[in-house]
């Protein structure tokens, strides 16, 4: 056990490094990396169902405690990304495919790799772990209307289709994996050590079949997406973050908002392009997973050295809770996205 959770802190801190090596080894040689797309929404519903596998009504605490964070940060999540996708797809004119696509990732829940870096960050981890959980079960209705009242402009869409889906490879699978924990929390304890190794097979299956499908494409897109990824990114950071303060959050909130909102579900992006537009609609949500986890590190990094008395607070309440053995709370353990 000890042995595995050493493996896990070593995925957590390179897991860009290897999302990075596996989509180039995709884009050179593509020829490979395709037998896993007819089992892309299987492979997101097991990190979903992991997922649920390790919620707690204490995640959802903070509804009760602190809703104005969590209000904050959540309707941040669902207006600033796909307003931003939608305002770069009008100002530059992107081709339908990629328009959709862009405001499809923005209309995506956030990631729980999001969770991870705002540990980093030194920020509200429990406020970003309930931002996701909460965005995530709200996913099914909220991420396709956005998506149909922003994009149906460009594509022909079916709400109700893509309402299906997310219902299918997103929230039965959470409520699944909450329900069994429910009732066998002891062997879920144990079994959720291992999450982290699964959840990055899958996501670095769906991102490399992805890439493989799509090489020509991005050969001749990608500067452009890449670049409309990366501005969306900073923005999502910046407003996420500017708005928090300007409603009088403070910074240890601030920094998990901020995160959270500029970080999101790529490989639901992924999988839901796949299955109800085109595989070159998937492009933004492929290159979104690369750019997502290089640009949060940094992010984090600098988030960590900003003074914060609240995270500060924290540490040292982790640091007596360690030394008399107890556990320590806002610790993520499982790698999605």
């Known amino acids: 056990m000890q042995a595995l959770q050493k493996f896990n802190a070593f995925l957590n801190k390179t897991f860009s490094l290897w999302i990075v090596f596996f989509a180039t080894v995709a884009y050179l040689w593509p020829q490979y990396f395709t037998f896993f797309l007819p089992y892309m929404t299987y492979g997101l519903g097991l990190i979903m169902f992991g997922m649920g596998m390790t919620l707690t009504f204490k ?31 009008v100002g530059f004119n992107l081709p339908p495919e990629l328009a959709a696509g862009l405001i499809l990732l923005g209309a995506c829940p956030g990631g729980t790799v999001s969770n991870i870096m705002t540990y980093v960050a030194r920020g509200n981890v429990a406020l970003s772990v309930t931002m996701t959980s909460i965005c995530t079960l709200v996913a099914p209705v909220v991420t396709p209307t956005i998506f149909f009242l922003l994009a149906s402009q460009w594509l022909e869409i079916s709400p109700w289709g893509m309402f299906r889906s997310v219902v299918e490879v997103i929230l039965f699978p959470i409520v699944l994996g909450i329900v069994i924990r429910l009732f066998f929390k002891r062997q879920v304890n144990y ?41 969306q990114n900073a923005v999502g950071f910046a407003l ?26 790529s490989a639901l992006g992924v999988a839901l392009a796949n299955a109800h537009l085109t595989p070159i609609a998937a492009i933004p949500s492929a290159v979104a997973a690369l750019w997502h986890n290089v640009a949060a590190p940094m992010l984090a990094s600098y988030f960590a050295r900003l003074k914060d008395p609240r995270a500060d607070a924290k540490e040292a309440a982790d640091a007596k809770a360690k030394a008399q053995g107890k556990p320590v709370d806002g610790e993520p353990i499982a790698i999605e996205d």
Do not use: H, W
């Open 59 to 89: 995640d959802f605490a903070l509804v009760l405690t602190q809703p104005k964070a969590v209000i904050v940060g959540c309707c941040a999540q669902f207006t600033i990304m796909p307003l931003s996708a939608y305002f770069l797809a």
């Open 191 to 231: 079994i959720v050590q291992g999450l982290p190794v699964v959840s990055f097979a899958c996501i670095a299956a769906i991102l490399t079949g992805i890439i493989a499908i799509n090489s020509d494409n991005i050969s001749r897109t990608g500067v452009l997406v890449f670049f409309l990824v990366v501005v």
């Open 240 to 265: 996420g973050f500017v708005v928090s303060r300007v409603l009088r959050l403070d910074l240890y909130d601030s920094k998990a908002i901020s995160i959270e909102v500029g970080m999101q579900n």
